[in-house]
């Protein structure tokens, strides 16, 4: 068969249904025996299901896996476990010596249609898997499945546009309502769609690799690689940093401790106006948020140290003395409140139910009738004697300041000198920051700049103990088991710390997100006001116009102006100015605005455009756009009076991914169709209706206690 790429109307490409292998030079991994062919392969399949919600059963029906030039086509499974046992053989490859690299994007998905017929001819995989069903590779005797979704953190079509590659992915260009036999017709048209896909994959991925002068060995796992390699370059050039690094170590003690500090954002909605359609709505941000809090504030720089436990003092500490350790010191620590109030001005509450660590001992009321709830997943009163939280010092100073108590005792206190990070991570992060702001918004250097400047927190956050996800290879089923015995977490952080290439701080991401929940509050009550404010998410607020805010927020800017340049920081933008970490920046205004909670809110903007962000509905009904049926979840909402409880979005309620359907390789007759079938995993478009407000919205009362 001959096809066309759409980058490429005078050639034609001509599939095999055989490759034709010749040599292939390899390349060797440094400081290891393991080699690898120097070109990757790349896969796509197509897949189909019987639409039988009580039996369902997927399939694989089209396949097109292209190595060295060569597009090689099937319909089956069987045939292509045949191009790989054929790859596999010539090239001799084994797991621990020689291998070569398959790319598909979204290798989760792929996957679970092969790694049975895999496992049975190569033998069990090794599979590095982030979370279930999230697989970064999979390796079988040799043939090493990579995701490059997750190297990209993008579709195949953002990929190839912020990329500007010639060949492109061709969108929508499959009816997936229609189903699909491994005998069904296909047209010439399927063909196309399918190899331009792949041929647009292996377009992306050569072209990362010449951008970033990488090789097969040297191309990361996932997007945050790149931020790691670049990090850690500049880290071993700084001369003393793996001294420091060796000497933070964190012992289980002070680890655990940091695990269950870590909390991410800050998302909530002022209980009082959910639901309600809001005019004169003005939106701010903060300019380059995460990356901002780890250059413009402290962040723990030493050892931690276990100061203090009631356990082994059973005497309590003394309050003087741990005022003192939260003005000068990082701090950890476990605090046992005796009942939390909060206080009735309070319209974005800082404490998450989830973050009481002994939560189900613990009663929520909303008021003193005893009513059930929280405040959208936020605590409005948590009463009992030992309400127990993990704080930082940031995150106790709101704390006390939102609530009142009945009394408070320290359990646990772990305390770090504090200091600005290294100057090497800080000079990575600003590089990121100089081209992000200096180049157009549509260029290549603009997108990934901006990409690793947001990754540098993914890569802080990173847990050096990590959990442990398996796929059990008899049932099926994924596991996810974090071990959190003292033996276990010693020994993982001893590869760790030893490990030459390990120089992150996990105690740094605990802090910038402590940091951006703290700045956040700080704004909403002493710029906007906390009667004016409406919606917050992370880095943003939306609240009622007023001319005060606004001369507040330049008071605000003026102070964060100054921060950054007695730090030396600011730099040239597109615009001929400078940009500075961490400003304010006001938004285009809402005429409209709406939110019913967390994730879930709609604007109207200045030309009368309806816009809208809900958790769990998609952007569009992933229908060609000059399809009659195309629909935006915006089209689909028609106005903004219709966001409200059990709203059903229909067209753009999303998907929902069923991995039950589990047998062993085999043919079935389905519909009258031989059908070769294994595992899957079925995608079905579903509906997403809307939930109410938090319980208790329209009967909170105010606490006698305030």
């Known amino acids: 068969m001959k096809v066309k790429l759409n980058a490429q109307k005078d050639k034609e490409i001509k599939t095999v249904r055989s490759f034709h292998l010749k040599y292939q030079p390899t390349i060797k991994k440094p400081a290891s025996k393991l080699t690898y062919l120097r070109q990757p392969a790349f896969l796509d399949t197509e897949t189909s299901h019987n639409h039988d919600d009580d039996n369902p059963i997927g399939w694989i029906y089209q396949w097109c896996l292209e190595f060295a030039g060569e597009y090689c086509i099937g319909r089956k499974p069987s045939e292509l476990i045949k191009a790989f046992r054929q790859l596999h053989d010539h090239y001799e490859l084994n797991q621990d010596e020689k291998r070569m690299v398959i790319f598909v994007h979204n290798l989760s998905y792929d996957h679970c249609y092969i790694w049975r017929q895999l496992t049975a001819e190569f033998g069990d995989p090794k599979i590095l898997a982030i979370k279930p069903h999230k697989i970064l590779s999979a390796c079988y005797d040799g043939l090493e499945f990579r995701c490059s979704y997750l190297l990209s953190n993008m579709s195949l079509s953002a990929w190839g546009e912020k990329l500007k590659c010639k060949v492109h992915k061709v969108d929508n260009g499959i009816d997936y309502d229609q189903i699909r036999y491994?005998?069904?017709?296909?047209?010439?048209?399927?063909?196309?769609?399918?190899?331009?896909?792949?041929?647009?994959?292996?377009?992306?991925?050569?072209?990362?690799?010449?951008?970033?002068?990488?090789?097969?060995?040297?191309?990361?796992?996932t997007s945050t690689g790149y931020v790691r390699r670049d990090c850690r370059r500049a880290f071993r050039k700084e001369e003393g940093t793996r001294t420091w690094f060796t000497k933070t170590r964190l012992d289980v003690a002070a680890y655990k401790a940091n695990f269950y500090t870590y909390a991410g954002g800050l998302t909530h909605g002022n209980r009082f106006l959910a639901g309600q359609t809001i005019k004169k709505v003005d939106h701010i941000d903060f300019k380059s948020f995460y990356p901002a809090n780890d250059q413009l504030r402290y962040m723990p720089m030493g050892k931690w140290e276990h100061v203090y436990s009631y356990l082994e003092s059973n005497k309590p500490f003394e309050m003087d003395r741990f005022k003192r350790f939260i003005e000068n010191k990082c701090v950890i620590m476990l605090v046992s409140f005796k009942n939390l109030y909060l206080r009735k001005y309070v319209t974005c509450p800082a404490l998450s139910k989830s973050k009481v660590y002994n939560y189900p001992f613990v009663r929520f009321t909303i008021n003193d009738a005893g009513t059930l709830g929280t405040d959208n997943g936020r605590v409005v009163n948590a009463i009992g004697d030992d309400v127990m939280l993990w704080l930082t010092e940031l995150d106790y100073y709101w704390i006390v300041d939102q609530y009142k108590t009945d009394g408070l005792y320290i359990v646990e206190l772990f305390a770090c000198d504090r200091g600005y990070d290294t100057q090497a991570i800080r000079n990575v992060t600003n590089e990121y920051f100089k081209v992000k702001e200096g180049l157009e918004k549509d260029g290549y250097f603009y997108h990934k700049s901006k990409n690793r400047l947001n990754a540098i927190y993914g890569m802080k956050s990173t847990n050096p103990v990590r959990s442990d996800c398996e796929l059990n290879l008899i049932s099926g089923a994924w596991s996810e088991v974090r071990d959190m015995s003292d033996e276990h977490i010693e020994q993982a952080l001893d590869r760790y710390y030893k490990s030459y290439n390990s120089f992150n701080n996990f105690s740094h991401g605990i802090y910038?997100?402590?940091?951006?929940?703290?700045l956040l509050l700080y704004v909403i009550k002493n710029i906007i006001g906390y009667p004016r404010f409406i919606y917050g998410d992370t880095d943003s607020a939306f609240y009622k116009r007023s001319r005060k805010i606004d001369h507040k927020l330049a008071v605000f800017n003026r102070q964060i102006v100054e921060l950054n340049k007695s730090l030396g920081l600011g730099v040239p933008n597109r615009d001929g100015g400078?940009?500075?970490?961490?400003?304010?920046?006001?938004?285009?205004?809402?005429?409209?605005?709406?939110?019913?909670?967390?994730?879930?809110?709609?604007?109207?903007?200045?030309?009368?455009?309806?816009?809208?962000?809900?958790?769990?509905?998609?952007?569009?009904?992933?229908?060609?756009?000059?399809?009659?049926?195309?629909?935006?979840?915006?089209?689909?909402?028609?106005?903004?009076?219709?966001?409200?409880?059990?709203?059903?979005?229909?067209?753009?309620?999303?998907?929902?991914?069923?991995?039950?359907?589990?047998?062993?390789?085999?043919?079935?007759?389905?519909?009258?169709?031989?059908?070769?079938?294994?595992s899957a995993c079925i995608i079905r478009q579903v509906t997403k209706t809307l939930g109410g407000t938090v319980d208790g919205f329209n009967i909170y009362e105010v606490s006698e206690h305030e």
């Open 512 to 518: 910038i997100t402590s940091w951006a929940r703290s």
């Open 182 to 221: 491994q005998n069904s017709r296909l047209t010439r048209q399927d063909w196309f769609y399918m190899i331009n896909d792949v041929a647009a994959l292996k377009n992306c991925v050569y072209s990362e690799m010449v951008e970033n002068d990488d090789n097969i060995v040297t191309i990361p796992l």
């Open 578 to 678: 400078v940009s500075y970490y961490g400003v304010l920046e006001k938004e285009k205004p809402c005429k409209k605005f709406r939110f019913l909670h967390a994730k879930c809110y709609a604007f109207v903007d200045p030309k009368n455009k309806l816009h809208c962000t809900i958790a769990g509905v998609t952007a569009d009904n992933k229908r060609l756009k000059d399809d009659p049926l195309y629909m935006t979840r915006e089209m689909e909402l028609k106005d903004i009076k219709e966001l409200h409880d059990n709203f059903t979005f229909v067209e753009c309620g999303g998907t929902s991914s069923n991995y039950d359907c589990n047998y062993e390789p085999q043919v079935m007759t389905i519909n009258g169709h031989d059908v070769e079938v294994a």
